[in-house]
């Protein structure tokens, strides 16, 4: 409709990796300050085209032009300086540095690395919602603190164009309202952004344009306001939206999981992470924790796996107290681990997908014997795990780090239901999974509660939450401060509980506030 | 093939490559580089630097086996050098001092070796786990301490003796020694040479069959997904490092069971450095490392001749520390290549059709 220049045209893209083609002439025209979404199944070469924009990777074919001059891009560093920016699906950031590190790491050049730099994260951090110090260690902050660390990163390198992989699938609607408030702004400013997302009211709220992409090719553009989630849903897949809900309660009244007064500290002097938890979950039941990122939930989990140690409280599996055992024996004990960032703990990246099915079953069959692995029954079962779950993959021979992020997930999700867990710890089990997968995931975990798993269940997105819980607990720093009801909450009481603004409506219970410790304060 | 040429090119390019470097620098040096490399490929065959060639592979695989457990879960056992050398000082001093049939006395001079070994990694390792105290650290200052040990064990007011002007630890006693393979004048091959081969499949047995060796990898690849998958990160470092620390007890046992029986001042130094150059050229890789370590005795043994040709043997430590830096520049070179290649051969394959 306009006569100007658009910002990026990719034509004719084509990229091969061995025993997949992920994207197959592939055309994309992207206007100067719009959002434009991309949408596709899992695998369906979302984050390869991007890739490719971005110069991390080369196609085979095509050709990219940027403000209507074409270009090549040879490594990120060229995209970079043609104003093109990526946020990653998988965050890259160093754990062990500090924020202003990693922002600056690869961009000395920009500002020094000392007080300017600092002061222009801080102008820049204003955008992006991030509140924390730039001198703190990355390995501290939470996903959506990450997240946002990431487009910081962007920011400083002078991206005009920013390229956003799945940006919304680790923030709660609150987060994901600010997240589009900043992009809304900053479009105002001229900037263009390519946006991923799998949530498609998302992707009709926020975007001026969407393209979906269907086995590696461009099905079509469309504007989002004149079409229904339903259509697109079946542009990408050719079938229905799916909806989490549970229908009869299989809930019964054997306790699996007592958590009993369980605290956890991060430092001396400071506010608790962990204050005081008491939460039981019986056979048959889901048990939903809603809360915003960084309230505790990450803690809580891997308190519970034994991955932390508990400062004092209690965790009994069944009669038995499990609170002094490892990791190694709480798993062997039937507990299941779906953990929220699989690639920092889900997944070994460089190994074959059998081997990935070994990882916290290493004790167990099928896929191991005594101190023996059996790699024939490693590799049989995760046969099974490729077929049941749909996880596309040319085989279970590749390494893990070739499949696409929700294929990842798919596999993680199989093995962590695999062997009869009595126990399901599930952070985010969908995060990133197309809609298609989701259906699958939330079907297998509704068939398994079915057969008594109990499952204790983390995550942002509040629908998953509210249609698969049988109950739901609200956390908010560090404590579990409202119980909801499923069957009539709705998710924005749900949000506003979240966020402490107290109860809204009938279906969420908050819990005396005599409770709460008056020392309580904000911040540090 | 594809694979193959993917883990065979690279070393080979960085041996050319490295080749070529010392090539210039024997030109340089105004000698004549097809010569010099002339002599060494012909030493081979003279007197016994075969021989010495196989025993000397023998050891240094032992020594880079040690370190490359170490390797696999990015935990750096610098101190094998001095591991080695105090169970070296130990198992020679408990040897020359007990009497036991033959057979059962070198075993248990071989268990007494690898005991010391673990128990002098032991050190690094609880530091490590208990105080977080980086094992690079560590482990090179235990090599400081080794070499003040074992000096102070053989003085021949502790455990040993003084002979001519060497000083050793007692003789071990015949039923305590390893027969090896006599080739005459040509030498003899140490007996414990195949203790080394028989390590070697032991090591690919636990990294690829056993529960140990995947635990193992996992920590290497990631700390945090090996966590979360019940792998006790603790107990890994202890496990690894006493292991390695074992296996460095075994590196001086094929020459003192099978040539000196004693434990004396000419104790050879630096196999413990040799051992990491070797593990990195190998590639932590049992059939890689007997590859780099025959070829580092090689160029040790084969090196000697050089000077009868006038040209400094010192040549040879040039090359190798060449080799082990190009090889880490061809592995990245040939990897790239390598997936391009593939690509396209896939490309080819599948035309343009079907994602799935
Ligand atoms: N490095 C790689 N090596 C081999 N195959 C790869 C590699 N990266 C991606 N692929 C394959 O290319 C295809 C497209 O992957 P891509 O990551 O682009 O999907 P996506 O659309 O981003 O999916 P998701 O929604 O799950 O993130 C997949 O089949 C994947 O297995
Ligand atoms: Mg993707």
């Not at chain 1, 004990?333 to 079953?361: C, T, V």
Request: proline fraction near 4%; include cysteine.
């Amino acid at each position: 409709m306009s006569t100007t220049t658009p910002a990026v045209v990719l034509s004719g893209i084509t990229k091969r990796f061995p025993g997949v083609v992920a994207n197959s002439d592939v055309h994309l025209s992207v206007q100067v300050g719009e959002v434009h979404a991309l949408c596709g199944e899992n695998g369906a070469g979302k984050s390869t085209l991007m890739k490719i924009l971005y110069g991390m990777q080369q196609p085979d074919e095509g050709t990219i032009e940027v403000a209507g001059k074409q270009v090549r891009f040879r490594t990120p560093a060229d995209a970079i300086k043609a104003g093109i920016g990526m946020v990653h699906q998988h965050f890259m950031l160093a754990d062990n540095l500090t924020v202003q590190e990693n922002v600056v790491l690869g961009a000395e050049s920009l500002h020094g690395i000392g007080g300017k730099a600092r002061k222009r994260i801080l102008e820049l951090a204003k955008a992006t919602g991030l509140t924390v110090d730039p001198g703190v260690l990355v390995e501290r902050l939470g996903v959506a603190d990450r997240q946002r660390v990431e487009i910081l990163k962007v920011l400083y390198r002078g991206a005009k164009v920013i390229i956003l992989d799945e940006p919304t699938a680790v923030l709660v609607p609150q987060e994901v309202d600010e997240l589009f408030a900043t992009l809304r702004g900053m479009r105002e400013q001229g900037f263009t952004f390519l946006f991923i997302s799998h949530k498609l009211d998302e992707v009709r709220a926020i975007a001026d344009s969407v393209t979906v992409i269907r086995r590696g090719t461009t099905v079509g553009t469309a504007d989002p306001k004149a079409v229904s989630s339903r259509q697109l849903a079946e542009m990408m897949v050719g079938s229905e939206l799916p909806s989490p809900e549970t229908r009869e309660s299989t809930v019964t009244d054997r306790v699996v999981l007592r958590v009993e007064n369980l605290g956890l500290v991060a430092a001396e002097g400071t506010r608790p992470v962990l204050d005081d938890i008491d939460l039981v979950v019986r056979a048959g039941e889901i048990v939903g924790i809603a809360g915003v990122e960084g309230n505790g939930q990450t803690e809580l989990v891997e308190t519970v796996m034994g991955i932390r140690k508990a400062h004092h409280g209690r965790v009994l599996l069944g009669d038995k107290d499990v609170t002094r055992l490892g990791t190694l024996a709480r798993r062997e004990a039937g507990i299941g681990y779906i953990p929220e960032d699989r690639h920092r703990q889900g997944l070994l990246l460089e190994q074959p997908l059998w081997a990935n099915r070994i990882l916290g079953h290493q004790t167990r069959g099928p896929v191991s014997k005594g101190q023996w692995l059996d790699l024939a029954g490693a590799k049989k079962d995760t046969r099974r795990i490729v077929d049941e779950f749909d996880v596309r993959t040319p085989g279970i021979d590749v390494a893990a780090v070739a499949l696409s992020g929700g294929n990842q997930q798919k596999l993680v999700v199989g093995r962590e239901l695999s062997g009869d867990p009595v126990l399901l710890i599930a952070s985010h089990p969908t995060r990133g999974v197309d809609v298609g997968a989701q259906a699958l995931i939330w079907d297998e975990i509704k068939n398994a509660r079915a057969r008594g798993l109990a499952v204790l269940l983390i995550s942002a997105d509040l629908d998953e939450l509210i249609g698969l819980s049988d109950t739901i607990r609200v956390m908010l720093r560090g404590r579990l401060v409202a119980d909801a009801d499923p069957a009539t909450v709705t998710p924005e009481d749900l949000g506003s509980a979240m966020t402490g603004a107290g109860a809204t409506s009938a279906a969420v219970a908050e819990h005396a506030p005599g409770a709460a410790k008056a020392s309580e304060s904000e911040g540090e | 093939m594809g694979i193959l040429r993917g883990k065979l090119l690279p070393p080979v390019l960085a041996i050319l490559f490295s080749a070529l470097l010392c090539g210039i620098a024997l030109v340089v040096s105004g000698a004549n580089p097809l010569r010099a490399f002339g002599v060494m490929l012909s030493q081979v065959g003279e007197g016994t630097t075969a021989v010495d060639i196989i025993n000397s592979t023998g050891t240094y695989y032992i020594a880079a086996l040690a370190v490359a457990i170490g390797f696999q879960m990015n935990l750096f056992n610098i101190g094998v050098e001095g591991q080695y050398r105090v169970a070296a000082v130990v198992a020679a001093v408990v040897g020359g001092s007990i009497a036991l049939p033959p057979g059962l006395h070198a075993l248990v001079i071989i268990l007494t070796a690898a005991v010391a070994g673990a128990l002098w990694a032991a050190v690094p390792a609880i530091l490590k786990v208990t105080r977080g105290v980086n094992e690079v650290i560590s482990t090179i200052m235990m090599n400081g301490l080794a070499l003040g040990l074992a000096a102070y064990l053989i003085g021949s007011d502790v455990f040993g003796e003084l002979r001519g002007n060497n000083i050793r630890t007692p003789e071990i006693p015949e039923s305590g020694w390893v027969p090896g393979i006599s080739f005459g004048s040509s030498g003899t091959v140490f007996g414990l040479v195949f203790l080394a081969a028989l390590l070697g499949v032991g090591y690919w047995v636990m990294m690829n069959r056993t529960r140990f060796g995947f635990e193992l990898r996992a920590s290497g690849e990631s700390a945090t997904a090996a966590a979360a998958g019940g792998v006790n990160a603790k107990k890994m470092v202890l496990i690894a490092m006493l292991l390695s620390g074992a296996i460095a007890g075994l590196v001086s046992m094929p020459e003192i069971l099978g040539r000196d029986h004693t434990y004396n001042l000419n104790f050879p130094a630096g196999i413990g450095f040799s051992g990491i150059a070797i593990a990195l050229l190998g590639r932590n890789h049992p059939g890689g490392i007997a590859f780099a370590a025959v070829l580092w005795a090689f160029l040790d043994k084969s090196g000697l001749a050089l000077d009868n040709v006038q040209v400094p043997r010192e040549i040879v430590t040039i090359m190798q520390g060449a080799i082990v830096l190009s090889v880490v520049v061809a592995y990245e070179v040939v990897r790239r290549f390598e997936l391009a290649a593939q690509q396209r051969q896939v490309g080819r394959q599948l035309g343009t059709v079907d994602a799935a």
